[in-house]
């Protein structure tokens, strides 16, 4: 007679308990954001140095060695020679000051390649190994592997577009190279403030709140890192166009109020490729953001229902942006000096940074 004793153990496996927040997950991907933010000045510098055409040819794995011999110098100038720049810009360029434009384009594309294995590397490990990344958080990081793998392949589109016509590259395609690694640091900022802090818990019904609570203080947030956004992209336009080199008088333009140059062919021609026109347009823009950030910080301060370190932080926000407009016109009026125009555009990717952090708080306050 059998008793209970003689009854075999079930074999049943307990659910491993679902990951809400990885902290090293988070130092990753803001230690990714931190090269990022370090590609956007390089390849700002890149562009100030006018060395992003030094290499004419897309090698994604033997392009990580640079020339290691004078013939393998030599075969690169040649390469070189043979684009419009050369021909049309720099006739009497030497060997030695090629190598000068060339080391620029060169550590531009070896961080880059070192920012997709930083990512790739600790990706595969959390995912596969440890698997410590919140799920809530798995499809926003296979999406920032493909962007960033889709930010090479733009990066050769752009570079493409200076080698056969133009001794530039496409002020345009600059652009979306650029939009293109800001969304890329955007999404690894946020992603890992989420992956430090726990998942939002579900909210309860409340009553009425009042001015300047939820859900108005999240879409202002939000407002002001896209107008950040897009005041960058801008930014980019005077930059592929050299537009900084114009109407250094500011507030004026040539001593009127506005560029009597404005329009230079159709609405299209005239938004991507006026010298005038995106100046105008980044001035403008400068203009109302820093009108929106000081009224931001100013009903964030007054605010009853506002969090202390939220309105800090708002306020933070305008004085980074006060502090980028002071650079900006700095820059112009100067005539774009190197220093000046690099920590220009450093300063615009940490206000977007700004921009995006607050905009994940007040989410979460």
Known sequence: MSSFLDIEPLDIELPLPVVARSRPVAVWLFAVAAMVFGMVILGGSTRLT??????????????????????????????????????????????????????????????????????????????FFTKSIPPRLIWRCWVLFFLGGLQGVVGWWMVFSGLSVRTEVAPERLTVHLGLALLVFCGLVWTGLEAWAEPPAPEEPQEPQPPFSRPRWPLAAAGLAALVFVQILLGGLVAGNRAGLIYNDWPFYGGALWPSDYRDGDAWHTALHSLAAVQAHHRMT????????????????????????????????????????????????????????????????LVLAAAIGLAWRVRRR
């Open 50 to 127: 006018n060395s992003g055409l030094s290499i004419t040819e897309w090698k994604p794995i033997s392009g990580v060695l640079p020339p290691l011999s004078p013939a393998a110098w030599l075969m690169e100038f040649h390469g070189y020679q043979q684009i419009p720049q050369f021909k049309l810009q720099n006739p009497d360029m030497t060997l030695a000051g090629f190598r000068a434009i060339y080391w620029w384009e060169w550590s531009h594309r070896l961080l880059g390649r070192i920012i997709g294995l930083a990512f790739a590397a600790p990706f595969a490990v959390f995912l």
């Open 286 to 349: 400068a203009y109302l953001l820093f009108l929106l950030a000081w009224l931001a910080a100013g009903a964030a301060l007054l605010s009853k229902t506002l969090p202390r370190p939220i309105a800090l932080l708002v306020l933070g926000l305008a004085g980074l942006v006060t502090l980028q407009a002071v650079l900006g016109i700095g820059t112009l009026m100067m005539q774009v000096p190197f220093g000046m125009a690099v920590a220009h555009q450093a300063t615009a990717a």
